[in-house]
């Protein structure tokens, strides 16, 4: 065989390939990247095994069979506003820090409505069991429950209850459902596989968000995404600054034990985040070897929150298949 390409049109009609796609967050954007050079090789995909955002790029992909909705979605948005989606309540707080129903309802608009047995391409998520820390395989009923539950990071979002169980991000037990690829009949896999080795970055917060704004500048005539966050930045303005508030008065009562901790010291958000990729990247780079074909997108550069990189991320994983794709076996 001459090259990646012709080797899966020389394979026998019913054999059957499945598309891993990894954990990630705002680097796992590069799936969508990946998707598109699939697409223009006319490679079919025939599964999608995908956990955290790759449970959500694959279910975008998996409803149609196409990804270009949901780059125009990610295109188009005005991403900087996605901190309006923590429906902060500050009496649960310590179950973790958003809700979770604006996401909930920004996921129906992305994805719509739709149940597992609508999707024109099967689909399995991963999300894990709080209690027990098994992985969970999410592939019946509603497509947005399963899909809320798998990118629900551990601290910032409240567990989801699904039936019996209290579910969180995907990720911290399989970032690449390299076996439940195989479990739903694959012959072959293809894994894109955003988790990287982690590095320090000096966190920028909020103001990451407001120095890129040009990448995701929403066009005149609004998508129902970008209607959906104009609300949801209205109505969760006043709770953010009542938090706000809240923070603020904590740390004015604490300049004495402030004073006594370096100013570089890493705050809880970002050892969380360290902690989460590095545990993920281990178990990342084992599961990865599983697949047949192994893409890994140059994104480093961008941070885990940093979706309002949409652009540069896709741009990465395209790149990243193609090199893949024209190399010979």
Known sequence: MKNIVKWFRSLRKTEKTALVLSSGAARGLSHIGVIKALEERNISIDMIAGTSIGALVGACYAKSGSIEEFERVVLKTNFTRLLNLADIDLAVMFKGFIHGKKVNELLKTVIGDVHFGDLKIPLSVVATDAHTGEAVILDRG???????????????FIPVKYGDRFLIDGGIVDPVPVD??????????????????????????????????????????????????????????????????????????????????????????????????????????????????????????????????????????????????????
């Not at 509603?142 to 910032?156: D, G, K, L, N, Q």
């Open 142 to 156: 509603s497509v947005i429950e399963a899909v809320r539950a798998s990118i629900s990071m551990p601290v910032i």
């Open 180 to 329: 439940i690829a195989r479990k739903m009949g694959a012959d072959r896999i293809i894994v894109s596989n955003v988790i990287l080795p982690p590095i320090h970055r000096k966190r920028a917060g909020a103001k990451a968000f407001s120095e890129h704004t040009e990448e995701n500048i929403p066009s005149k005539e609004n998508t129902a995404v970008e209607a959906q966050l104009d609300m949801f930045s209205k109505e969760g303005s006043e709770k953010i600054n009542k938090v706000q508030g809240f923070v603020d008065t904590l740390w004015n009562k604490l300049p004495r034990v402030w004073g006594k901790i370096d100013s570089d010291t890493p705050d809880i958000f970002y050892v969380l985040s360290q902690t989460m990729f590095s545990m993920e990247y281990e178990i990342a780079r084992y599961k990865a070897e599983k697949g047949d074909i192994v893409i890994i997108p140059d994104n480093m550069h961008i941070g885990i929150l940093d979706f309002h990189r949409g652009k540069e991320a896709i741009e990465e994983g395209y790149a990243a298949a193609q090199r893949i794709l024209k190399n010979s076996v």
